[in-house]
């Protein structure tokens, strides 16, 4: 999903300044081929490896950025094609386990999955 501050109306901007992560990242080509297809300015504003760093960067009202549904962080607002936003592809979350895991590898996941079937908390 696009993502953006709470409290500043980024998505507005012209171009738009997004915020990514490095190539090779599937988000990234996505974001970037959605807009280019929906022809959208856009500029790429920040790149980091660092989830926390990329949301923080959207959440002071910099860029707008694309983040998993399931794990929607509550500090950003869900931005849709009400805000000018291009769809992106749906993607899912697979985990694979081992056979032969331990313990305790095993019930991280477990809490991995149940985490994961969580509805995300949408930010107010």
Same mark, same amino acid.
């Given at each position: ?24 990242? @599937? ?34 009202? @910099? ?12 500090? @950003? ?30 019930? @991280? ?16």
């Amino acid at each position: 999903m696009w993502a953006a501050s709470a409290s500043h109306r980024v998505e507005e901007l012209d171009p738009l300044p997004v915020a990514l992560y490095p190539q090779g990242c @599937l988000f990234r080509s996505w974001a970037m081929q959605a807009l280019d297809e929906a022809s959208r300015p856009w500029r790429l504003a920040f790149v980091s490896h660092s989830l926390s760093a990329v949301e923080a960067i959207a959440a002071q009202g @910099l860029a707008v950025t694309v983040v998993k549904s399931g794990t929607f962080p509550p500090a @950003l607002r869900r931005l849709t094609a009400r805000d000018g936003m291009p769809p992106l592809p749906r993607a899912e979350i697979r985990l694979h386990r081992a056979p032969n895991l331990s313990r305790a590898a095993s019930l @991280l996941a477990d809490h991995l999955v149940a985490a994961l079937r969580q509805p995300a908390k949408r930010a107010s």
